[in-house]
């Protein structure tokens, strides 16, 4: 099972604002460094070669960022092991706070590709239902063994019905 991860944020500004200049002029570097990174697999990009023109949801200062890793260990070194890190802590000078979950994880079947349809559906599910092995944030980490393990039960149980 390889890790899918879907973060959303919503900006402060207009992408082509003075004041989100440094976060815009640093996301090739940093879409380069995830691609360069141990266990990266893939991510949602457009032609131009990053997601923020990409919309999921009617908010247009929304913007998102899908990815796929192959462990929770190897995201993490990403997001906070790596220049990524300096951003992160920035955020609040580009982006508002969000009242609701902002991320979602969620284990998907090697070769899959999750769609953006895939992924908001994933981030309303933990909304809704709070951390589970469907879908779930750092603070409960769930294993791909948990989350087959709760599949399978899942099948089982529809298979009774």
């Known amino acids: 099972m390889?890790?899918?991860?879907?973060?959303?944020?919503?900006?402060?500004?207009?992408?082509?604002?003075?004041?989100?200049?440094e976060f815009v002029?640093?996301?090739?570097?940093?879409?380069?460094?995830?691609?360069?990174?141990?266990?990266?697999?893939?991510?949602?990009k457009d032609e131009s070669g990053d997601a923020t023109n990409?919309?999921?949801?009617?908010?247009?200062?929304?913007?998102v960022n899908m990815s796929v890793?192959?462990?929770?260990?190897?995201l993490k070194n990403f997001i906070f092991r790596t220049h990524h890190r300096d951003f992160l802590r920035r955020k609040k000078e580009w982006f508002r706070a969000i009242p609701e979950d902002s991320y979602v994880l969620w284990w998907i079947p090697i070769g899959h590709t999750p769609t953006l349809e895939e992924a908001v559906e994933k981030l309303e599910y933990l909304r809704s239902?709070?951390?589970?092995?469907?879908?779930?944030?750092?603070?409960s980490n769930f294993s791909a063994v948990e989350f087959a393990a709760c599949k399978g039960e899942f099948?089982?149980?529809i298979a009774k019905i």
Do not use: M, V
Not at 54 to 63: E, Y
Not at 69 to 74: G, M, R
């Open 155 to 157: 099948i089982l149980n």
């Open 54 to 63: 990409i919309k999921a949801f009617s908010d247009p200062a929304i913007i």
């Open 69 to 74: 890793w192959d462990s929770i260990d190897a």
């Open 129 to 139: 239902h709070g951390d589970t092995p469907n879908a779930f944030t750092f603070k």
């Open 2 to 21: 390889h890790l899918a991860q879907l973060n959303i944020a919503k900006t402060k500004y207009t992408l082509d604002a003075p004041q989100i200049k």
């Open 25 to 44: 002029d640093n996301l090739d570097p940093i879409n380069n460094l995830a691609e360069a990174s141990d266990g990266f697999i893939w991510r949602l």
